[in-house]
C-alpha cells in the first residue's frame, strides 16, 4: 500500500495529479486510514508493481474500441425488452 506521494516518487517525477489518473484509469483501489493527522488515503499497489508497467497510459485507439463494444452490447440490450 503506498500513498500517492510514493506512487509520484516511483514514477520517477510524475506529478500527484498525473498519478491518481492514471491509478483511477488503472482501477487501482485505494483505502482510507485514520492518523495523528488525519485522513490518509493508500492505494493497492506495490513499488514492484510500478516498476513492472502497471500504470501505463491505455492507448486511445484500445479505448475507443472498447468503448464502442460496450455501446453496442448496451444496445443489443436495451432493444432485447
Do not use: F, W
Not at 500527484?16 to 493497492?44: E, P
Request: hydrophobic share 40%; proline share 1%.
Amino acid at each position: 500500500m503506498l500513498s500517492l506521494k510514493e506512487i509520484s516518487e516511483a514514477l520517477e517525477g510524475v506529478s500527484r495529479n498525473h498519478a491518481l489518473k492514471l491509478l483511477t484509469d488503472c482501477g487501482i483501489r485505494h483505502k482510507i486510514l485514520l492518523s495523528r493527522n488525519g485522513k490518509k488515503i493508500y492505494y493497492a499497489i506495490t513499488r514492484e508493481q510500478i516498476q513492472e508497467g502497471a500504470l501505463k497510459e491505455k492507448d486511445p485507439k484500445q479505448i475507443a474500441i472498447q468503448q464502442s463494444i460496450a455501446l453496442v452490447m448496451l444496445e443489443t440490450a436495451l432493444n432485447r425488452h
